[in-house]
Every structure is written in C-alpha cells, then in structure tokens.
C-alpha cells in the first residue's frame, strides 16, 4: 500500500499562486508515477498533471500547460505542484495518486483549492 497526503490547497484570487504537496509512504517502490488530478463541482476527475520518479520531463494537461509545474524530490518521497496565473476554472479538489502497474491506484484524500475574482 502506499499511502498519499496533500497539502496547500486554499483560497487565492485569479491570477494568484499556490502550490500543493503531496507526501507519499508506504511501499512507494511500487509505484514509479505520480499524478495530480482535479474535480470540479459536477464535473468528472480530470488529469492535471504527472512525473516518474526516475526521471524525465513532467506532462500537463493542456488546460494547465505553461500555468502549473510538478516537481519531485525523491529523498522526501515529495512531489509538488506549483499553480501560477490560476483562473476560476481552476478551482477544484486536487487528488494527489499513485500508479500501480497499470493504472492510478492509489490515491490522497484531496485538497480543496478555490479561485475567486
């Protein structure tokens, strides 16, 4: 199992900052990705964003390309998500996961992040 906590979510106006953590335990050798996701009111869990631990490049959803960066730190089993120039739309509970052999199969308990104008 492994186990996710995020942190830094909260309310910021549009076109504010905020960056997000998420602190992995567990047999974390299992997994060699981590994504963010988000949810919107009504709306399904959509990709944000995701890294291997190995290495290489992030990817970003194209909603997010240019405004977000993930980042890791593999000696605090740490990832990050920075979010600048957020937008209302942005606004959503952002799930930090972990992928398993074939899919994301593990996941944090959320934080709630809210743009205003």
Same mark, same amino acid.
């Given at each position: 199992?492994?186990? *996710?906590?995020?942190?830094? %979510? ?17 047999? !974390?050798?299992?997994? #060699?990705? /981590?994504?963010?996701?988000? =949810? ?9 964003? =995701? ?10 959803? $194209? ?6 960066? /993930?980042?890791? $730190? #593999?000696?605090?089993? !740490?990832?990050?998500?920075?979010? #600048? #120039? *957020?937008? *209302?739309? $942005? !606004? ?12 994301? $199969?593990?996941? %944090?308990? %959320?934080?709630?992040? !809210?743009?205003?104008?």
């Amino acid at each position: 199992q492994v186990q *996710l906590v995020e942190s830094g %979510g909260g309310l910021v106006q549009a076109g504010g900052s905020l960056r997000l953590s998420c602190v992995a335990s567990g047999r !974390t050798f299992s997994s #060699n990705v /981590m994504g963010w996701f988000r =949810q919107a009111p009504g709306k399904e869990r959509e990709f944000v964003a =995701q890294v291997s631990w190995r290495g290489g490049s992030p990817s970003y959803a $194209d909603s997010v390309k240019g405004r977000f960066t /993930m980042s890791r $730190d #593999n000696a605090k089993s !740490t990832v990050y998500l920075q979010m #600048n #120039n *957020l937008k *209302l739309e $942005d !606004t959503a509970v952002y799930y930090c996961a972990a992928r398993g052999v074939y899919a994301f $199969d593990y996941w %944090g308990q %959320g934080t709630q992040v !809210t743009v205003s104008s």
